[in-house]
């Protein structure tokens, strides 16, 4: 049972462009989420997170957009640049407690 | 800036074989946590710790697993007889509170069971 979702394993944008990844998600009780960044050897980091109060949640280049009814998720980069190239993973929780459901990641390649 | 540490950063072993990974938290934290990523899969919660006591685990996390805080530095976690599936990354992650996002993760240890 794949309770998060992202449908889309890579994708590849030019510099300066933006670039959308998605996230579905099945689990009703899940109410926080979350956007991780991966580099080959290291631990996720997490970058970015939303309340299911929210619809929308912005940190300077980086902004998820949440739609409830849905059950979808977005991290949109704007402007794109070559060093996001990364692994990033969606996750959600209930209650923004203790454990992450994550998603299967989307490689994000920014070419110069 | 404080970091999640593991060692080994790479295990190889033989099947049936018992391992313990071990990781250093920050500091100041007081949960600890351990996932896994099987190769091009996602990363999976395998288990909570906290005040001493598991709070939460996975389904993964069954009776071939056991996680300890042996002393006030370290947090490990023992496979018992290693089976070819726990073939993965395992990381490790601490928080200074209960929140996700404060999750800080380690850079991981390569199992590969043979």
């Known amino acids: 049972d794949q309770q998060v979702k992202q449908n889309s394993p890579s994708l590849s944008v030019q510099e300066g462009r933006i670039s959308i990844l998605n996230c579905d998600y099945t689990n009703s009780m899940f109410d926080y989420f979350l956007w991780y960044k991966k580099y080959p050897a290291e631990g996720p980091t997490f970058l970015i997170s939303i309340s299911s109060i929210k619809d929308k949640n912005e940190d300077g280049r980086f902004t998820v957009f949440l739609n409830k009814s849905a059950k979808h998720l977005s991290l949109h980069i704007v402007p794109s640049q070559p060093g996001d190239s990364a692994v990033y993973f969606c996750?959600?929780?209930?209650?923004?407690?203790?454990?992450?459901?994550f998603g299967d990641g989307t490689t994000l390649t920014v070419k110069p | 800036e404080p970091e999640v540490t593991q060692t080994p950063s790479h295990q190889v072993t033989q099947m049936g074989q018992e391992v313990i990974l071990r990781c250093v938290p920050i500091s100041n934290h007081l949960y600890f946590y351990w996932y896994r990523q099987i190769l091009g899969q996602k990363v999976e919660f395998l288990v909570s710790?906290?005040?001493?006591?598991?709070?939460?685990k996975s389904e993964i996390f069954d009776d071939q697993f056991s996680v300890e805080r042996p002393d006030g530095s370290n947090f490990t976690l023992k496979i018992r007889s290693t089976k070819l599936e726990d073939s993965a990354m395992y990381f490790c992650?601490?928080?200074?509170?209960?929140?996700?996002?404060?999750?800080?993760f380690g850079p991981g240890t390569r199992l590969l069971v043979l």
């Open positions: 996750a959600a929780s209930a209650s923004n407690a203790g454990k992450s459901t």
């Open positions: 710790f906290y005040n001493n006591e598991i709070s939460e």
């Open positions: 992650a601490s928080s200074k509170v209960v929140r996700v996002e404060t999750q800080y």
